[in-house]
């Protein structure tokens, strides 16, 4: 059995709208063995291993319907049972993680094994292990040779696992946030492999990081941090605290002690979590002891009087006392039978406790701190205590080594609550926590005494959220509602543009709108991350991790996220929900690939940004495929697009009150018009959006009628989108490669990104539009990783349109010959009819778009598909005729102007102009 390849996927998917792995599993000859067949050895083996197992509903729904198909009927498969070890072995981490699902992949014995995963890192190494473990149960003969180490065992590396996946894991405190704000609708971000969270997106964006929050004062922290100050403070207002001294040396340590009067506490300056602190010292040796314990955590040591009494944690939110805890130190009780290390171990039984946070208790260990406090009781490892009798192994009630915690939120006197809001408000923090020594919470300090210890800036939730004993309290919320009040927005508006053709226009168009509207916008697309217009990030930024930089950035007010195939499915969507999303076409590109063979499979994967649209979802009405979508979405709105005025489903789609936009005839030209609640809104003149080049490019017509339906269900006014609409253009600045116009040649240039049947043949059609007084020209090229049929299809769509073809290549053959992509459009052009010395192969890209520059003439219209974009426009702006083309002659172009010629990393040269305008590659020799 192997792993033959893993995918991550951070957000909504194929195969699920929450982060889940998939494995592609080959069981090769185990294809052959059931669990029936492998019998009750293994799967016995299997359920001891894991008990957990039991839990599993399964397909049944119900615990014990995993074990059902484990054991009856036919059995079930090895990849089947990966899924839910791999689902265990994370519950064991403490990570409540249920979904799975295995399906075969349609080829014998190979499997797509996805399971549900909250830790990236820890989701996989559970697939690893449970690997391991299902090789390990197999019968030897069936055991695939290397794959389980001799020294394997099972109980130790599961131990490692969970250790590993606590290393990684959210803490409990940060968790209950995560999961507050969960509760409450609110998006979150982990932003590093600890404890940094961001909740909410863009301008709405607040941080925590533990429980400190990007509210609290850093003065606050720091006060806080530094315990004689806190003392000073708090002793100011009157406050109850020890008598303390900053000391600096084990002699002035024992100074201060006599001086205060023994017994005394000698803790860190500025440590937490109780290490270093050593109580009840009784004596100068002890003092010199601690001092040393203490030394190692802090230069500056604090030595204070000792305050007998329960040690109380107070946890105060934002102004208000939301808990209290009464923690107790780990120990044992005994019974007058078993010895302290068997009643350690019998503690340890208790399925509360578990490794570091990953159970409600942590298990009780033997170690040096342990070892010393039973030592000053002249007691050890094997010391039998009397019955009923309490042994402490710990002398802080940190939960962290051990502790229990108890509540007392119902029980605390109102003087004490009053006291502790007053203390945490004294050092302003935001969310405080005051450690607070007691003989009885339940009576005011001004009675009984008692004193503050301590003011934590970042205090543990566990023991409130899940104490030993008592009623758990919601701590977490109040903070979350500190952060977000009532009515306070957490999320930024969300649009998703997907589809085959149009999707970088249709977002631009959107972005700009909504720009113009007064939006800080944050955009992505095939060519990099936007910020309020200003590019951050080069490249094709259509996937979840430029999601993420947008939804991050805390100036950002709208989202307007282009999601392309490539992303969805490597790798998911990077966001839950949006707001709108946008399904602009489904055709025929990048079939083949990815295990995506037919249209009908694209449009599942294009389906997914409306299946997680929450207000609506924008579809096309003449795209059959987008149609069937509507069925799909659980978005309160379904808006139809439709360049048909004719079309019978939107018809009745408005009649009932749906939202569409539908360009009709008029007198003069076409109107995008919006319907909406009944209500017919007639929004623009086509002819008057630059970017459809006086209505003739029907393509873009489309795009506008998009990204008006999709700025309308956002809320923007309409007098906005119309303003958008009628300053977007296609200059290359504003959408480079997407239908860009050059007339400052005595021929026209149209310049376009076009890689599929579909858009080469929608440029097709607006060059067919068009008055041209001369000739029609095209260079065309199509992307090596397309199928045969693709390609073909991308040279029938010009077949007889154009008077002259140049064929050529990308840079990037993607796995094919230097001249088979053009010599294989030029082979479907000649089927098709079109004359043998109308066509020309120039596989280099520059020497083509040369080529066909010198030689087109006045009145000329020269359509040009690029692959690499800023490249081909600067010789397409930069062109200076001289002489024409001849078909012995290589097509270089003769430059009027100063030339340099540089080296590039690739071993040729790259010609610039003096401008320093990149223009031709030419061999070095």
Request: charged share 25%; proline share 5%; hydrophobic share 40%.
């Amino acid at each position: 059995m192997r792993i033959l390849e893993r995918a991550v996927y951070q957000g909504p998917s194929l195969y699920a709208h929450f982060p889940v792995i998939r494995l592609v599993v080959d069981l090769g000859a185990l294809e052959d063995w059931s669990t029936i067949r492998l019998g009750p050895p293994f799967v016995d083996a299997l359920l001891d291993a894991l008990p957990g197992l039991h839990e599993h509903g399964c397909s049944y729904g119900a615990p014990g319907g995993f074990v059902r198909r484990l054991k009856e009927d036919e059995g079930t498969w090895l990849g089947h049972v990966l899924e839910h070890v791999a689902i265990e072995l994370q519950n064991l981490a403490g990570e409540p993680v249920t979904f799975g699902k295995t399906r075969e992949t349609g080829e014998r014995g190979r499997y797509n094994v996805v399971y549900e995963y909250e830790q990236r890192e820890v989701g996989l190494e559970a697939g690893n292990l449970a690997l391991t473990l299902l090789h390990f149960l197999l019968p030897q003969p069936l055991r695939p040779e290397g794959s389980v180490r001799a020294d394997f065992v099972f109980a130790a590396e599961r131990d490692v696992f969970i250790r590993y996946a606590q290393r990684r894991a959210l803490g409990p405190s940060t968790a209950s946030l995560v999961h507050a704000a969960e509760a409450r609708g609110i998006p979150w971000i982990r932003l590093n492999e600890y404890s940094l969270i961001q909740f909410g997106h863009g301008r709405y964006q607040q941080r925590i990081q533990a429980t400190i929050t990007s509210r609290t004062p850093h003065i606050a922290v720091e006060i806080a941090s530094d315990k004689e100050e806190t003392n000073k403070i708090l002793a100011n207002l009157g406050l109850p605290v020890p008598s303390q001294q900053l000391v600096r040396s084990a002699d002035e340590a024992v100074a201060a002690a006599d001086r205060m009067g023994y017994p005394v506490v000698v803790k860190p300056l500025d440590a937490n979590h109780g290490r270093g602190v050593a109580l009840n010292l009784t004596s100068a040796d002890h003092v010199r002891s601690g001092f040393a314990q203490a030394n190692q955590h802090s230069r500056s040591v604090i030595v204070e009087t000792f305050v007998t009494g329960y040690d109380h944690r107070m946890l105060v939110v934002n102004g208000q006392l939301v808990a209290v805890s009464k923690r107790v130190p780990g120990h044992v009780v005994g019974d007058g039978t078993h010895t302290i290390e068997q009643l350690v171990a019998e503690v340890n039984r208790d399925p509360r406790r578990g490794v570091g946070h990953e159970r409600v208790l942590t298990r009780l260990e033997f170690d040096a701190q342990a070892e010393r406090v039973l030592a000053e009781r002249a007691y050890g490892r094997n010391t039998v205590p009397p019955a009923g009798e309490v042994v402490f192994l710990r002398l802080t009630g940190n939960l962290s080594t051990g502790g229990t915690a108890i509540d007392m939120t119902d029980l605390v006197h109102p003087d004490n609550g009053e006291m502790a809001v007053r203390a945490v408000g004294a050092i302003g923090l935001d969310v405080g926590g005051v450690d607070f020594l007691t003989p009885d919470i339940t009576r005011s300090y001004k009675e009984v005494a008692g004193a503050i210890c301590e003011i934590n800036a970042a205090p543990g939730f566990r023991m409130h959220t899940a104490p030993s004993e008592g009623k758990p309290r919601d701590v977490a919320g109040p903070v979350i509602d500190m952060l977000f009040p009532p009515t306070t927005p957490s999320r930024i508006p969300i649009a998703a543009v997907t589809g085959t053709n149009g999707k970088t226009t249709t977002a631009r168009m959107l972005a700009h709108i909504h720009k113009l509207a007064g939006k800080h916008v944050g955009l992505t697309t095939t060519d990099g991350v936007y910020i309020d217009g200003q590019r951050t990030v080069e490249g094709d930024m259509t996937g979840p991790v430029a999601a993420r930089m947008v939804l991050s950035d805390p100036h950002v007010d709208v989202a307007v996220l282009e999601t392309a195939r490539g992303g969805l499915l490597r790798a998911g969507m990077g966001f839950r929900y949006c707001d709108v999303g946008a399904c602009l076409n489904v055709k025929a590109d990048h079939l083949g690939l990815r295990g995506v063979n037919t249209l009908e499979q694209l449009a599942r994967v294009k389906r997914i940004v409306v299946e997680v649209a929450r207000d609506t979802a924008v579809l096309n009405a003449d795209d059959s495929l987008c149609l069937k979508m509507a069925a799909y979405t659980d978005a309160k709105h379904v808006c139809y697009v439709t360049l048909s005025s004719e079309h019978e489903l939107v018809r009745e789609h408005i009649r009932a009150g749906g939202r569409a936009v539908v360009l009709e005839g008029g007198i003069n030209g076409h109107m995008i018009t919006l319907y909406d609640h009944g209500t017919h809104i007639p929004l623009l003149w086509t002819h008057l959006i630059p970017a459809t080049i006086e209505g003739r490019a029907m393509h873009n017509v489309q795009n506008a009628m998009f990204a008006a339906a999709m700025a309308f269900a956002m809320g923007v006014r309409l007098e906005d989108i119309r303003h958008g609409l009628r300053t977007f253009d296609t200059t290359f600045f504003q959408a480079p490669g997407r239908t860009n116009v050059f007339d400052e040649h005595p021929f026209k240039v149209i310049f376009d990104y076009g890689h599929n049947a579909a858009a080469v043949e929608a440029m097709v059609d607006l060059v067919g539009r068009m008055e041209v007084k001369g000739r029609r020209l095209i260079v065309l090229s199509a992307p090596g990783d397309r199928r045969d049929e693709d390609i073909r299809d991308i040279a029938s769509a010009t077949a007889g349109r154009f008077d002259r073809y140049i064929c050529r290549r990308d840079d990037n053959l993607r796995g094919r010959g230097s001249a088979e992509v053009p010599d294989m459009l030029r082979e479907t052009l000649l089927a098709a009819g079109v004359a043998d010395d109308h066509i020309q192969v120039i596989p280099d890209e520059v020497k083509a778009a040369d080529y066909a520059l010198r030689m087109a003439e006045p009145g000329d219209l020269l359509l040009i598909f690029g692959d690499a974009l800023t490249r081909t426009w600067k010789q397409i702006i930069h062109f200076r005729p001289d002489t024409k083309p001849t078909a012995s002659e290589p097509p270089t172009q003769r430059l009027t102007m100063p030339t340099t010629v540089l080296p590039n990393l690739e071993g040729e040269a790259l010609v610039r102009d003096e401008r320093g305008v990149r223009l031709a590659r030419e061999s070095e020799d």
